[in-house]
T-cell receptor, first 115, second 109 residues
Framework: DTGVSQDPRHKITKRGQNVTFRCDPI?????LYWYRQTLGQGPEFLTY????????KSRLLSDRFSAERPKGSFSTLEIQRTEQGDSAMYLC?????????????FGDGTRLSIL | DQQVKQNSPSLSVQEGRISILNCDYT??????FLWYKKYPAEGPTFLIS?????DKNEDGRFTVFLNKSAKHLSLHIVPSQPGDSAVYFC????????FGKGTRLHILP
């Protein structure tokens, strides 16, 4: 399977714990995006990388959130001191560079539940 | 404030008829629009797109129409099939994609 892969698919944790999610993009894609989706809403942009450089961050990305893409391949999204409001589906997407407005390919997401 | 709006949370259409999903946007600087389809427990899947310099793009059963003066776009699916039952997201591109809240389409047998 050569699509975008996210791990884990589900994460349940207690409030105050730290969690980390992983995203493996399509291998030839330079751009990697993180989104958050809550019930009844569309995906909301969090941040994106071009290769290893983090080029844009949404105001939704509080200081408890950090994302990395150290070698320009897979990415991790960490949430520290989780809160109830962090419960959501976290989606990763990737796209190739060079072609303007290239559609993004999404993974199936990591569903986070905060107890 | 929502820059991309899908005002119909759900829509039911008879199999074989035309499904029309609507989307409005507020920012005239958007230069590209997309439709994504989402099944439960899966990520969104790209369906069709349109550049702001065009007013129509067609791909098989799917056609997207763009009315820039009205800041409105629509997705037409004809004929509708049972497998089209899903949530459809309208989206617009600036640097990242801005999504609407989605419309759940039910295709009735």
């Amino acid at each position: 399977d050569t699509g975008v892969s996210q791990d884990p698919r589900h994460k349940i944790t207690k409030r105050g714990q730290n969690v980390t999610f992983r995203c493996d993009p399509i291998s030839e894609h330079n751009r990697l995006y993180w989104y958050r989706q809550t019930l009844g809403q569309g995906p909301e942009f969090l941040t994106y990388f071009q290769n290893e450089a983090q080029l844009e961050k949404s105001r939704l990305l509080s200081d408890r959130f950090s994302a990395e893409r150290p070698k320009g391949s897979f990415s991790t999204l960490e949430i520290q001191r989780t809160e109830q409001g962090d419960s959501a589906m976290y989606l990763c997407a990737s796209s190739p560079q060079g072609v303007p407005n290239q559609p993004q390919h999404f993974g199936d997401g990591t569903r986070l539940s905060i107890l | 404030d929502q820059q991309v709006k899908q005002n119909s949370p759900s829509l039911s259409v008879q199999e074989g008829r035309i499904s029309i999903l609507n989307c409005d946007y507020t920012n005239s600087m958007f230069d590209y629009f997309l439709w994504y389809k989402k099944y439960p427990a899966e990520g969104p899947t790209f369906l069709i797109s349109i550049s702001s310099i065009k007013d129509k793009n067609e791909d098989g059963r799917f056609t997207v129409f763009l009315n820039k003066s009205a800041k409105h776009l629509s997705l037409h699916i004809v004929p509708s099939q049972p497998g089209d039952s899903a949530v459809y997201f309208c989206a617009a591109i600036r640097s990242a994609i801005i999504f609407g809240k989605g419309t759940r389409l039910h295709i009735l047998p």
